[in-house]
């Protein structure tokens, strides 16, 4: 049997706020400053987005103009799983960061997965990767 192994992530939980749609960080014992305090889901009109496989976006927002983070949404296998990435500048140098969203309690509840500077170029491996990550961290609750 094959071990996966996974990279190091950060796992931050958010809850939507019925009233202003946006999804609100839950505290955390060691905050994680490269996702906001809000997330907000919206459709992407951005065909170049669509072509990837998005119809949905989700972004931070506005600080300086700027949004403080976007992300397409793109449907993984695993019912609720989206796969999307982040990018900043380093050194002159883009640096991408793979980022998986669990969407549960119809919704309510938002998980996000941060891979800093962590990500797979090739797309078919990297939904691969995401697939598998989904499947093993995906719990079914009876109750």
């Known amino acids: 049997m ?10 931050t939980e958010f809850v939507q706020d019925i009233e ?10 060691i905050a994680f400053g490269k996702i906001p ?12 987005i669509q072509a990837n496989g998005a119809r949905e976006v989700i972004t931070g927002p506005f600080r ?13 296998h695993v019912p609720g799983w989206f796969i999307g990435n982040d990018y900043e500048q380093r050194g002159g ?3 991408n960061s793979l980022v998986l ?32 990550f989904a499947r093993m961290n995906s719990v079914t609750r009876s109750n």
């Open 2 to 11: 094959n071990a996966t192994v996974t990279p190091t992530h950060h796992r």
């Open 20 to 29: 202003t749609g946006w999804y609100i960080r839950q505290p955390q014992r």
């Open 37 to 48: 305090e809000r997330l907000k889901v919206e459709r992407t009109l951005e065909t170049r």
């Open 64 to 76: 300086e103009k700027r949004r403080t983070f976007f992300s397409g949404l793109i449907p993984l």
């Open 93 to 95: 140098q883009k640096r």
């Open 101 to 132: 969203f669990r969407f549960s309690d119809t919704d309510r509840l938002l998980t996000v997965f941060y891979f800093t500077g962590w990500y797979i170029d090739n797309r078919e491996k990297r939904a691969q990767y995401a697939n598998e």
